[in-house]
C-alpha cells in the first residue's frame, strides 16, 4: 500500500469523484483508478461502486476511511516533525 493511493482514496471518497480526484493531484483518471485498484487488491474488498456520475464509498470503503485518514495524518505529522525533505521516500510500502 503506497500513500498516494490513500491520498487518491480519501479525496474521491470527499469529492464523489474520480476525475476531480485526479485534477486535484496531478493525475490522470486511469491513473487514479489504477491506484484505487491496487488498493482494492491489497486490501481484498471493493472501496466504491462506480456510477456515470461518480464513485460512491461501499460500506466496507466507509468503514475503512476513518482509519486511511489516520494514517496520512500519521504521516503527515511524521513529515512536519523531521521539517522539509528532499521529496524522497514519499510512499509508504507496506507488506502484509
Same mark, same amino acid.
Given at each position: 500500500?503506497?500513500?498516494?493511493?490513500? &491520498?487518491?482514496?480519501?479525496?474521491?471518497?470527499?469529492?464523489? $469523484?474520480? #476525475?476531480?480526484?485526479?485534477? &486535484?493531484?496531478?493525475? /490522470?483518471?486511469?491513473?487514479?483508478?489504477?491506484?484505487?485498484?491496487? %488498493?482494492?487488491?491489497?486490501?481484498?474488498?471493493?472501496?466504491?461502486? &462506480?456510477? +456515470?456520475?461518480?464513485? $460512491?464509498?461501499?460500506? #466496507?470503503?466507509?468503514?475503512?476511511?476513518?482509519?486511511?485518514?489516520?494514517?496520512? %495524518? %500519521?504521516?503527515? /505529522?511524521? $513529515? #512536519?516533525?523531521?521539517? +522539509?525533505? /528532499?521529496?524522497?521516500? $514519499? #510512499?509508504?510500502?507496506?507488506?502484509?
Amino acid at each position: 500500500m503506497h500513500e498516494r493511493e490513500f &491520498r487518491a482514496f480519501v479525496l474521491i471518497a470527499e469529492t464523489g $469523484r474520480m #476525475d476531480v480526484a485526479a485534477r &486535484r493531484l496531478g493525475y /490522470s483518471q486511469p491513473a487514479i483508478t489504477y491506484q484505487v485498484q491496487r %488498493l482494492e487488491e491489497s486490501l481484498g474488498f471493493k472501496l466504491f461502486t &462506480r456510477h +456515470p456520475s461518480g464513485a $460512491r464509498l461501499t460500506g #466496507d470503503g466507509r468503514m475503512v476511511l476513518p482509519s486511511v485518514r489516520a494514517v496520512l %495524518l %500519521l504521516i503527515d /505529522s511524521m $513529515r #512536519d516533525a523531521h521539517g +522539509p525533505q /528532499s521529496g524522497q521516500g $514519499r #510512499d509508504l510500502e507496506c507488506s502484509a
